[in-house]
């Protein structure tokens, strides 16, 4: 009997203990489980999906704190970021403030902010004769101060044109809005510094013309202020090419992370 007992012992094959087909099958549902989360998650927020990686991860002790440090070092850097684009911003105010200062002190210049544009609103008296395209002189060193101030500033600069409804032709207001935006770009683009070099880039600048359908007094359909020109002034990183680049930033720093 006892030798019997022992051949069987023998023959016994070795392996891993039964308990781990249980264990397995739980990592493995477990898994699942998080897989199912992320394929559900909402991935407009890019916040949630690192929570969710870091979940994942400290769920099997792998790298759960290092991503969680990266993290941290990440979100320190996105705070110093914005505070110097914030001063920046207060300081380009400041500028454009003290440039203006004589003309919105007369009410000819209106200049507001956002917190994603400063729009600078002028009068047409400062800038054309009435029906005309053409700058008037006075108009050329106001223009030729704002181009210096924006000089050298990751921004994009669309400038407006306006008409009012006088009873001209539709189409004529559609055109002379948009001439005058025009002169207003050729003007700015005219300005060079010392070493000849134009202060804005073309890059930088469009020109629209919106005719007489968006009044700044819409109780006076012929006021002044409806043949305007504005300056719509944005940061350089709102434009499509400026959210790529931030978007492939991001991601290279979460591959360096990992």
């Known amino acids: 009997m006892g030798r019997r007992k022992k051949k069987e012992e023998a023959k016994a094959e070795p392996g891993a203990p039964l308990w781990m087909v249980t264990y397995s099958d739980m990592v493995t549902l477990l898994l699942c489980f998080f897989v199912m989360q992320l394929a559900f ?86 800038l054309f004769r ?52 025009v002169s207003v770009i050729t003007e700015m683009r005219r300005r060079k510094d010392k070493n000849g070099k134009p202060l804005l880039k073309g890059s930088q600048l469009e020109a629209h013309g919106l005719g007489e359908f968006r009044p700044a007094d819409i109780e006076d359909a012929t006021a ?13 990183d709102t434009s499509a090419h400026g959210a790529i680049n931030q978007l492939e930033k991001a991601l290279n720093e979460r591959s360096g992370g990992e």
């Open 41 to 126: 998650a909402n991935f407009e927020d890019p916040g949630k999906v690192d929570a969710a990686l870091q979940s994942i991860q400290s769920a099997f002790g792998t790298g759960g704190q290092k991503q969680q440090s990266a993290q941290t070092e990440k979100s320190s850097r996105n705070s110093d970021f914005d505070d110097a684009k914030q001063e920046a911003l207060h300081m380009l105010i400041s500028t454009l403030r003290s440039v203006l200062a004589e003309m919105m002190s007369q009410n000819l210049v209106r200049m507001t902010t956002t917190k994603t544009e400063i729009r600078i609103a002028m009068d047409e008296t400062i």
């Open 224 to 236: 002044g202020w409806n043949r305007r020109v504005e300056l719509v002034i944005r940061g350089g």
């Open 130 to 181: 009435p029906g005309s395209a053409e700058l008037n002189p006075s108009a050329l060193a106001l223009l030729g101060d704002i181009a210096l101030a924006l000089k050298d500033q990751p921004i994009s600069i669309v400038v407006e044109g306006y008409a009012d409804a006088d009873g001209t032709a539709e189409a004529d207001n559609w055109t002379i809005s948009a001439q005058r935006a």
